[in-house]
């Protein structure tokens, strides 16, 4: 186990379930016995780099959050296997469903288990950019552990998910959702990546309907999902919208 201290706290790099984790302790951890909410990440992210972003954008650091690399970025953030993205790949196998199972049964049943988290729904949040993003999302429709689901730059124009998405219903009525994108990212050179804008901006509307709650209020839905636009394309200022994301969670947790 590596340990990289940092001025807002401390990274240990773990293995769970054959995956590789980061998992940032707040500097607070070790002085009291208080619980954290959970931040978790599809993917493998500079952690450093966003929590430094998160502080200078003001925000107190006091939360748990563990980074997930996959074995696979391609096959365990896809729903179904679709055709390849680009000539001379291999197509994507589609083990969201299987690597979704692990997080929810197996990483953070440990995570609760040796570490102080308020483990509840309303403590979970699960984000993940691109391809992670797409996993976050298709997880509202697979469990009931992540009360608060961010997709940034999610690729959502993934073949036939937002027909899934209709034909679905989130796990969790309740559950608070963010959507975020570029706004060039619809200059993609890829056929199907450049549906990306329309098929965001239909998702949140899909949301929207789903979450409206039993009086079917369309008030309530819109307030349970938030899209924002940033500036630039797929890769601009990746450390920014993740700070972005949680600077939404902790002000609609505290409202």
């Known amino acids: 186990m590596d340990c990289i201290s940092g001025t807002s706290g401390e990274i240990k790099e773990i293995q769970i379930a054959g995956l590789f984790c980061r998992i940032f302790l707040p ?13 978790y990440i599809n993917g493998e992210i500079p952690v450093e780099k966003v929590l430094e972003e998160v502080e200078k954008a003001g925000h107190v650091v006091d939360f748990i959050l563990l980074s997930i690399r996959p074995k696979s970025w391609n096959d365990d953030f896809t729903p179904w296997s679709v055709p390849a993205f680009r000539k001379n790949e291999e197509p994507p196998k589609g083990r969201a469903k299987e690597y979704l199972l692990q997080l929810s049964e197996e990483i953070k049943p440990y995570i609760d288990t040796h570490y102080r988290t308020k483990s509840e729904p309303e403590n979970t949040i699960l984000f993940g ?62 056929t199907r990546m450049r549906k990306v804008a ?35 394309g797929h890769f601009y200022e990746t ?6 994301a949680i600077g939404w969670w902790r002000k609609r947790r505290n409202s």
């Not at 500097?27 to 931040?39: F, L, N």
């Open 239 to 244: 450390e920014k919208r993740f700070t972005k």
């Open 198 to 232: 329309e098929c965001t901006g239909r998702a949140r509307d899909i949301l929207v309907g789903q979450l409206a709650g039993e009086a079917d209020d369309s008030e309530t839905g819109a307030a349970r999902v938030m899209l924002e636009w940033n500036e630039g």
């Open 27 to 39: 500097k607070s951890y070790d002085a009291g016995i208080e619980r954290y909410p959970v931040i």
């Open 129 to 190: 950019y691109s391809l992670g993003g797409l996993a976050a999302i298709y997880s509202l429709y697979l469990t009931d552990c992540f009360g608060w689901v961010g997709s940034l730059s999610g690729s959502l124009w993934y073949d036939d998910f937002c027909e899934f998405m209709e034909k679905g219903r989130p796990m969790r009525p309740d559950a608070m959702v963010y959507l975020s994108l570029g706004k060039k990212e619809s200059l993609s050179g890829n």
